[in-house]
């Protein structure tokens, strides 16, 4: 079943980054949902996002990701492109 998900999210990557609706996905707005469809960003590392910015605020940056627990600068510079810190 895992496996299944796996093809399922990759599939929704893969059709989403076509269509440009990755593009844009807001830091500050996305769901825990939204959010796992970023490369690398799995439901925990998600969550964990979700989680700093009701904590802390929205994000001022892109930059501010690396201090969410399972965000470090590989993983960072692979979504770079893809997310926005939008109010």
């Given amino acids: 079943m895992k496996g299944l998900r796996s093809l399922v999210v990759a599939w929704l990557f893969v ?5 440009g609706a990755l593009a844009g996905t807001n ?3 996305a769901s825990a949902a939204e959010l796992e469809l970023l490369p690398g960003i ?3 590392t998600a969550q964990a996002i979700v989680e700093y910015r009701k904590a ?5 940056s892109i930059d501010e990701l690396l201090k969410v627990k399972g965000i470090g600068s590989k993983k960072l510079e ?5 997310v926005t810190v939008e109010d």
Avoid at 15 to 19: H, P, Q
Avoid at 78 to 82: D, E, M, T, V, Y
């Fill in 15 to 19: 059709f989403f980054l076509a269509t």
């Fill in 27 to 29: 830091l500050n707005t």
């Fill in 42 to 44: 799995g439901p925990k």
């Fill in 56 to 60: 802390h605020g929205p994000f001022k």
């Fill in 78 to 82: 692979k979504i770079r492109p893809l």
